[in-house]
């Protein structure tokens, strides 16, 4: 039921007091809200990258070429990043909780249908199916966040729950190829499919998108909330003013997305083809490398928050771990292309792949940054950078590894986009906040 007496008329107090950090958190319904986050960042992730540690014997099974792969891979990225926009824009319109429903009950039926493909056909529609299913979790995921995380706890938030992507990411390899060892390939994405049921039903029966609506909530956490936040504004779009300021983060979102799409769908198939090894051995080394990026968000997330309550400073804390995050990711991707050693490979990988990560809380906190007001929206502009790199990466990727016979090529290609994305984000501007909606749009 509504709790209309909750409309506390101090300003919000900052979360995180000199009582300690864990006091955002803890007896806080924002920390159940922010655990069934972290749960569906975890499945999406398992559900979308395990396909990569079935590859091997899904082409084998329905007898594909790597380039068809590559396209079958991408196939996922195409409804993905078209509906970054328009599914953030929905979650700004109609709120997370029906939007997130939804589109689980889409990716749970389209993870069960990839189990059921009979060829390249098949295969690329249950994709297709996939990405539009959650091509607008992240964005609504980030309204979600907006609406119940206050301001010194957003990057945080973003970081944890990427991380739990990126478990999902270590973790699917091992599970897969459990499954795969006992049953078969199709039996991985059949379970999946019903993890993902269960996530969308426990969603819709616990979230509320206001706060003072939670039958849980209190007046001590209602006060730690902005006045945005407690009334849930939901005004029209300004998308003149919007786009300038999120453009930039898009495209350094496009730089980030190239390599992690390279490790989410073809670090296996290095592994496994590049030193010939088998099932259980290139599991076990995309898991160990894929790790680092669970500490990589978790670490971008913290020092990116703690960077802005020492410094007050939004480009000191947002510009400056993007930039480091992207050079230091290009500078350990730089061996692996002159040396031809396991060890050596695996580590500078969970290396690069660590600095990547700390920038991911940091891209997915601009947008609330700009415009808290707009944030599922400004998170799909921003998103579709990602996305637009999924339809590309791994078709060009796999294109490269079959034309020069080689993971050199593939790999320089993608540390030059590193590069150019840790030089591009010196341009973004993340204290380039909207200016506030004007009052008859707030109650329109």
């Given at each position: 039921m509504p709790h209309p007496t909750r409309t506390p008329t101090a300003g919000a107090r900052p979360a995180t007091t000199n009582t300690g950090f864990l006091r955002a958190y803890r007896r806080r319904v924002r920390g159940g809200i922010l655990l069934l986050l972290c749960g569906m960042y975890f499945i999406?992730?398992?559900?979308?990258?395990?396909?990569?540690?079935?590859?091997?014997?899904?082409?084998?099974?329905?007898?594909?070429?790597?380039?068809?792969?590559?396209?079958?891979?991408?196939?996922?990225?195409?409804?993905?990043?078209?509906?970054?926009?328009?599914?953030?824009?929905?979650?700004?319109?109609?709120?997370?909780?029906?939007?997130?429903?939804?589109?689980?009950?889409v990716w749970a039926v389209a993870t069960a249908f990839t189990g059921l493909s009979i060829g390249l056909a098949s295969l690329f529609a249950a994709r297709l199916a996939l990405g539009f299913g959650e091509g607008a979790?992240?964005?609504?995921?980030t309204q979600a966040m907006s609406r119940w995380l206050p301001a010194d706890q957003r990057g945080f938030g973003q970081g944890i729950t990427h991380a739990f992507a990126r478990l999902g990411n270590a973790v699917a390899?091992?599970?897969?190829?459990?499954?795969?060892?006992?049953?078969?390939?199709?039996?991985?994405?059949?379970?999946?499919?019903?993890?993902?049921?269960?996530?969308?039903?426990?969603?819709?029966?616990?979230?509320?998108d206001r706060p003072a609506d939670h039958p849980r909530i209190t007046e001590e956490e209602l006060g730690e909330l902005d006045a945005r936040q407690r009334a849930d504004q939901r005004p029209p779009v300004p998308w003149r003013q919007l786009l300038p300021r999120i453009l930039p983060v898009t495209f350094v979102d496009f730089t980030y997305g190239w390599m992690l799409w390279v490790y989410l769908t073809w670090i296996p198939s290095?592994?496994?083809?590049?030193?010939?090894?088998?099932?259980?051995?290139?599991?076990?080394?995309?898991?160990?490398?894929?790790?680092?990026?669970?500490?990589?968000?978790?670490?971008?997330?913290?020092?990116?928050?703690?960077?802005?309550?020492?410094?007050?400073?939004?480009?000191?804390?947002?510009?400056?771990?993007?930039?480091?995050?992207?050079?230091?990711?290009?500078?350990?991707?730089?061996?692996?292309?002159?040396?031809?050693?396991l060890a050596l490979a695996a580590v500078c990988l969970a290396l690069a792949f660590f600095f990547l990560e700390i920038t991911n809380p940091v891209l997915w906190s601009i947008p609330m940054d700009i415009a808290p007001d707009h944030a599922g929206t400004a998170g799909g502009v921003m998103n579709t950078g990602f996305g637009v790199a999924g339809i590309v990466s791994p078709a060009v990727f796999g294109l490269l590894v079959d034309r020069t016979g080689s993971w050199v090529v593939p790999f320089g290609?993608?540390?030059?986009?590193?590069?150019?994305?840790?030089?591009?984000?010196?341009?973004?501007?993340?204290?380039?906040?909207?200016?506030?909606?004007?009052?008859a749009a707030e109650a329109g």
């Open positions: 999406t992730y398992m559900d979308r990258v395990n396909i990569s540690t079935a590859a091997p014997f899904i082409r084998a099974d329905l007898h594909l070429s790597n380039t068809q792969l590559g396209l079958a891979l991408s196939a996922f990225s195409i409804p993905y990043a078209f509906f970054q926009i328009f599914g953030g824009m929905l979650a700004d319109r109609f709120g997370p909780r029906k939007l997130l429903f939804f589109v689980g009950l979790a992240f964005p609504g995921a390899p091992l599970v897969v190829a459990a499954v795969i060892a006992a049953f078969d390939w199709r039996v991985s994405f059949w379970l999946l499919g019903i993890v993902s049921l269960a996530w969308a039903i426990a969603w819709v029966l616990i979230y509320r290095y592994f496994s083809e590049s030193f010939d090894l088998k099932l259980a051995k290139f599991a076990l080394f995309s898991t160990l490398v894929l790790l680092a990026g669970v500490i990589g968000d978790t670490f971008g997330g913290l020092i990116s928050d703690a960077l802005l309550r020492r410094t007050g400073s939004l480009r000191v804390a947002r510009r400056s771990v993007l930039v480091v995050g992207l050079l230091g990711s290009f500078f350990f991707i730089l061996p692996t292309l002159f040396v031809h050693q290609v993608s540390a030059v986009l590193l590069l150019i994305g840790g030089l591009t984000a010196l341009r973004i501007k993340p204290d380039n906040k909207l200016p506030a909606p004007e009052p």
